[in-house]
């Protein structure tokens, strides 16, 4: 299912979907939304979707996995169900009005934590109940902005990245078998650039009936920039790539010359990109 505005998925080696970019105010900022998904140079297939703000401020990367048939409707199941709990749960909110609980961080987390929760278990019983998309899967990471926070909800090695003040930080943790060797200390950083086995991901939406999901909370800044990705992105460029070329540029321009980098590197893998600017108003 494609979306121009909404989730935004391809489905063959020539097509790449853009969307326009999109701003939301917060609390004495704006951020602005740009972003991208591509089916890179070797793939025949885009597995990725991805979701750009429209009336909530909530973007998400799914990176799918079990082949074009499976793995591309797990990634839009992702996006879809993560996408129509919080619009349903908003909608709550507007009719107890008003009698309105407000809401804060901890109650957002919860949120976020049932909207990916959700998601996993209809992945999960799908890839069951139907022969040909046994052991589909997908990662997810979707980031929501509140007025004075960010929360991230995350599964899997797709990732987010903050550039503050010309420094970038991995926000995510990768839920891979690499970087679970690596905080054992089994290989190096550097060793694991040539590992064989660098992409066996741990932990995906799908995998399994319930699903450990990471939260982040992140207070942005002005001047700050977030990028979302599939490993598509991360896998073709370093961090200090994806950061001289996201800070360097407006959020749609960002967004096009990442895309084209990891092509550029060797584009082996669908790549999805999301960035979003936060400004002082």
């Known amino acids: 299912m494609n979306y121009w505005y909404g989730c935004l998925t391809s489905s063959g080696p020539s097509v790449k979907l853009k969307s326009m970019s999109i701003a939301f105010p917060l609390d004495g900022m ?21 979701h750009l703000p429209e009336k909530l401020r909530l973007a998400i990367v799914a990176d799918g996995m079990g082949g074009h048939a499976s793995g591309e409707v797990a990634s839009a199941m ?5 996408l129509e709990y919080f619009r349903k749960t908003s909608e709550e909110q507007v009719l107890t009005w008003p009698y309105k609980v407000d809401r804060d961080a901890r109650a957002e987390i919860n ?5 990916v929760m959700l998601a996993n278990i209809e992945i999960f019983e799908l890839s069951r109940r139907e022969k040909g998309k046994k052991g589909m899967g997908t990662t997810v990471v979707a980031a929501y902005f509140l007025d004075d ?5 995350h599964v899997g090695d797709s990732r987010v990245y903050r550039i503050r003040n ?30 064989p086995h660098k992409n066996v991901i741990v932990r995906a939406l799908g995998m399994k009936a319930s699903v ?70």
């Open 111 to 115: 949120r976020m934590t049932q909207a």
């Open 78 to 82: 992702a996006v879809e169900r993560v």
């Open 212 to 281: 450990q999901v990471d939260i982040i909370s992140e207070t942005p800044k002005p001047g700050d920039t977030y990028v979302m990705c599939s490993d598509g992105l991360c896998g073709e460029l370093t961090d200090d790539q994806i950061a001289h070329i996201a800070k360097s540029s407006d959020v749609d321009e960002a967004s096009r010359q990442l895309i084209a980098a990891a092509n550029e590197e060797g584009g082996a893998d669908n790549i999805s990109v999301i960035v979003a600017r936060v400004v002082k108003n």
């Open 149 to 153: 926070t960010m929360v991230i909800g």
């Open 30 to 50: 704006t951020v602005r939304f740009a972003g991208e998904t591509d089916v890179g140079r070797k793939r025949k297939h885009n597995e990725d979707s991805i």
């Open 166 to 195: 010309g420094e970038i930080t991995q926000l995510t943790e990768d839920h891979s078998l690499i970087n679970d060797y690596i905080k054992m200390k089994r290989v190096t950083a550097e060793e694991a650039e040539s590992w």
